[in-house]
């Protein structure tokens, strides 16, 4: 089974819902047009480029009235991206892997001046060696940035979670810029059936775009990312705490009314079937299709295992996965991350946060670098691992649970005879 194609029902349907097939990168060019941004500024790198190119052709044809800036660098999208956006127009863009890297300069400007860009982020694996697969370690590198990280797991949650970035983002009370993540692709070239709203329907639902806090005004003209002092400066980071923590609230309110409003059920965390599970799986992403499938035949064999999956990473909501994993006596927790130098990855790291002072056993796994893809055998092998360390019968786990045997006999070059 591929790791995205695990649907979940889509219950009550808007009025005007019409079915589509795309795939992720088209879900996320057609979320960025019915959003009506003024200024698109996006320089293509694979797997990206085809939102680069489809909102383009939007452009192009007129289905868009926005400014299309063919930049010459994902620094200079990112940086035109923040002008415009203080201009007073909602403004837009996407990346990958190395173009998110070489934006880490200009995101922590976009959202220390509270700016609230929704970007798309085809995930995809940082070089060296080279890769041009799923990885989350682009993403994982900026996530303390102050920028809200969502994850999806098919190509239906990239449309809707667009949606709602874009109206948490833009609430009064956040002000704070996101990235939507899809993994590289398992999702960006996945083609799904979806459902969209009509453009009527997500311009009652997103509103008109009205800037506030930080924006340029010749009747009421204000500096801009002016050098700040040690006075100040606490209070201007405390303030973007503020704002994190108000979107945990936000994005619920706005998660709620998008099931009301469309029936596709969003929500920060998801709970699968952990009632009465003695393990569970802890992961992010499109491979967690792939791990409810391995839940619901282990569930047949009589094995009490679940997953939970993790929607919001930023805000991260540690008080709702304590109450969700308490009662669990062991998980793992899956980073598609290496994390080096680090004793886990990321997600384990804030995981094993939210659960201290429980009882929880809480392992680490590391795997699907490089768009290694993450079968139903290998998260059978990681549940079957945690019943046996729940059993007493074994003690540790295998943190690198797909790595080849000859792991170190491999090298990026290979050596030839001359003559």
């Not at 009025?15 to 057609?30: T, V």
């Not at 391995?294 to 909501?317: A, H, S």
């Amino acid at each position: 089974m591929s790791e995205a194609m695990y649907l979940y029902d889509t219950g009550r349907r808007g009025a005007d819902m019409r079915k589509k097939m795309l795939d992720g990168n088209g879900a996320a060019a057609e979320a960025m047009r019915l959003a009506r941004p003024k200024v698109i500024a996006l320089y293509p790198i694979t797997p990206q480029s085809s939102i680069s190119e489809k909102l383009a052709e939007y452009v192009d044809d007129g289905e868009l009235d926005a400014k299309y800036i063919r930049v010459e660098s994902e620094h200079s999208a990112m940086s035109a991206v923040t002008a415009a956006a203080l201009t007073g127009v909602r403004a837009g863009t996407a990346t990958a892997s190395q173009g998110l890297a070489l934006m880490t300069e200009v995101l922590s400007m976009t959202s220390g001046l509270r700016l609230p860009v929704v970007m798309p982020v085809v995930n995809r694996g940082l070089a060296a060696p080279w890769t041009l697969q799923c990885e989350h370690g682009d993403a994982m590198t900026v996530k303390d940035l102050g920028w809200m990280q969502f994850y999806c797991q098919n190509v239906q949650e990239v449309f809707d979670l667009m949606m709602v970035a874009y109206r948490v983002s833009e609430d009064k009370r956040v002000l704070t810029p996101a990235m939507v993540c899809l993994d590289g692709f398992f999702l960006s070239h996945s083609m799904q059936k979806l459902e969209l709203p009509s453009q009527e329907e997500v311009d009652d639902f997103i509103g008109d775009y009205v800037p506030q806090n930080m924006y340029l005004d010749t009747e009421d003209p204000m500096f801009c990312c002016d050098l700040t002092g040690p006075e100040e400066f606490t209070e201007m980071r405390y303030q973007q705490k503020i704002g994190m923590d108000q979107a945990m609230k936000v994005i619920s309110e706005v998660m709620k009314e998008y099931r009301e409003k469309f029936g596709h059920e969003l929500c920060e965390i998801e709970e699968y079937k952990l009632e009465d599970a003695q393990v569970a799986l802890v992961a992010l992403g499109s491979m967690c299709g792939t791990v409810k499938h391995v839940v619901n035949k282990m569930r047949d064999k009589g094995e009490k295992v679940g997953l939970l999956k993790i929607t919001m990473f930023r805000p991260f909501p540690g008080e709702q996965i304590r109450k969700a994993l308490a009662h669990i006596p062991v998980i793992g927790v899956f980073d598609r991350s290496s994390c080096l130098g680090n004793q886990c990855g990321p997600l384990w790291s804030e995981v094993a946060a939210a659960l201290t002072r429980t009882d929880v056993d809480v392992r680490h796994y590391i795997g699907g670098l490089g768009g290694r893809d993450v079968p139903a055998s290998v998260v059978e092998k990681m549940f079957l691992e945690l019943l046996a360390i729940k059993e007493g019968k074994r003690n540790v786990n295998t943190e690198w649970i797909d790595v080849k045997e000859d792991a170190m006999r491999l090298r990026q070059v290979t050596r030839y005879a001359r003559d």
